[in-house]
């Protein structure tokens, strides 16, 4: 629990308005909620087996310049599930999302982990609709280097995954772990996650996410040339510590894009940088966004200049 020592970011951010909404993408309920009211849209994606919660400490401190939304995709936190997921319809959602929340036109989509794979799905599908996509610990590697992690009900002697039912609530809260682990610095936010990582049924409590949505979801080698083949901007935003494997083809973007490519490192953290140095983060995004956002309005800040002179 919250005590004296206590960052001041956290109460902030818990105290911070917002509201919650839904909207039906092909089938299935998709849970949301929203930060401020005006200026660019920027949609915010969790991670694997993650929820909206992951960004609670990020969001509220981008909401003063920017209409934000974080979304749980199916199978995931509030949200409904499927039979089947698929990159498609993943990025399906994010779209209709960003709709649903009423962001302003050429939104742009923060990804985290396989979020990340999520928002360059996106950018594959809607590149032509959004302002830029930003991969936050997810990279893209040589095709022949891709660990395909997906699609495990199609691997022989494959068993399905349940997640396991706690009697006690506080234990289950007790069992909450990141992966890969890493060292955890504000005890406070694991805990204010865990909790709402969990889910009443029979018998007890049990995590939100769904244990199948791995089983015919691939990933595919194809994720280099989608990043290739972007018709929006990208950039990247990367832990200095991680030891998470999808944030090992930092280097490799950055050869392939002729050290072009926006590349941001935050120093001492992990791959769940959010619990971290969620200000860090927030600003690092805010930075990469305002940049876009800038050059997207160069000619009517040259023009506002102009009067300012005249």
Same mark, same amino acid.
């Given at each position: ?43 915010? /994606?969790?991670?694997?087996?993650? @929820? *909206? &919660? +992951? ?9 003063? $310049?920017? =209409? ?71 990279? /893209?590697?040589?095709?022949?280097? @891709? *660990? &395909? +992690? ?9 068993? $399905?995954? =349940? ?79 991680? &030891? ?67």
């Amino acid at each position: 629990m919250p005590d004296d020592k206590t960052p001041w970011w956290y109460r902030q951010a818990l105290d911070a308005a917002s509201e919650t909404g839904s909207v039906e993408v092909l089938g299935a309920n998709i849970h949301y909620e929203t930060w401020g009211r005006d200026g660019p849209g920027i949609a915010l /994606v969790h991670g694997s087996s993650g @929820h *909206v &919660e +992951w960004w609670r400490f990020v969001a509220p401190f981008l909401a003063d $310049r920017f =209409r934000v939304v974080a979304l749980d995709l199916s199978g995931n936190g509030d949200s409904g599930w499927r039979d089947r997921y698929s990159g498609a319809g993943f990025a399906e959602e994010t779209w209709q999302v960003c709709q649903a929340a009423g962001l302003p036109e050429r939104p742009f989509v923060v990804g985290h982990s396989f979020g990340g794979f999520v928002a360059l799905e996106t950018g594959h599908c809607f590149g032509d609709r959004l302002g830029g996509v930003v991969l936050v610990d997810y990279t /893209v590697t040589r095709p022949e280097d @891709h *660990v &395909e +992690w997906g699609g495990k009900a199609d691997s022989a002697g494959y068993t $399905r995954r =349940r997640t396991r039912v706690y009697e006690d609530h506080e234990a289950a809260v007790g069992r909450f772990r990141l992966l890969p682990d890493q060292p955890v610095r504000y005890p406070e936010v694991l805990e204010h996650v865990a909790r709402r990582s969990l889910r009443q049924v029979e018998g007890g409590w049990t995590w939100k996410f769904d244990p199948a949505l791995y089983e015919h979801l691939v990933l595919g080698d194809e994720q280099r040339d989608k990043f290739v083949g972007l018709s929006c901007r990208s950039a990247l935003v990367v832990g200095e510590c991680s &030891e998470d494997i999808g944030a090992y083809g930092a280097d490799y973007m950055r050869g392939i894009t002729a050290g072009r490519l926006p590349v941001i490192t935050i120093p001492r953290t992990h791959h769940h940088l959010m619990f971290e140095e969620p200000l860090a983060l927030a600003m690092s995004i805010q930075g990469i966004v305002q940049a876009w956002v800038a050059e997207d309005g160069r000619e009517e800040m040259a023009d506002a200049l102009a009067r300012a002179v005249g």
